[in-house]
């Protein structure tokens, strides 16, 4: 115990350093299990498309998600629904729904979003398209 002080009291930098990071890991770790939104992986993603029908709702802008996205993905983006501008999955309440942004930092907000709105299922693909092309999976650009 008495190394574990004397380290603390040497090196005190260091010692911020490391309670800092703890609380935010601890801090981001709570924030998830409130928020009631799970992030998938690509492959649970997947997984939710065939066998649940899951609707993907890409937040990205319309140039970036006309130049490549997830096959029957419905393009909303992050700023309509800040507006609550939904219109095209206001029916879908109940179905599971995947959102998805370019590295899944900006779809995270959008899910908490459509928490509030009452969608029930809303899911975060954590690793964004970047983590679904790295996988190969489909993307298509109609």
């Known amino acids: 115990m008495q ?13 911020l350093a490391w309670v800092a990071i703890a609380v935010l890991l601890i801090h981001h770790q709570i924030k998830d299990k409130i928020s009631g939104v799970k992030n998938i992986t690509t492959q649970e993603a997947t997984m939710l498309i065939n066998k649940q029908d899951a609707i993907v709702v890409d937040v990205r802008s319309k140039e970036d998600f006309q130049n490549g996205h997830i096959v029957n993905a419905k393009n909303i983006t992050l700023s309509q629904i800040e507006k609550g501008s939904f219109s095209a999955i206001e029916s879908h309440k109940q179905t599971p729904i995947i959102v998805v942004c ?3 930092a900006r779809s995270a907000s959008a899910t908490s979003k459509l928490v509030k709105a009452e969608f029930t299922q809303v899911t975060n693909l954590f690793s964004g398209m970047s983590g679904w092309k790295s996988a190969n999976l489909p993307t298509t650009k109609k």
Not at 3 to 15: G, K, R, V
Request: hydrophobic share 30%.
């Open 102 to 104: 370019d590295t899944g």
């Open 3 to 15: 190394e574990y002080i004397d380290f603390l009291t040497n090196n005190p930098m260091l010692s």
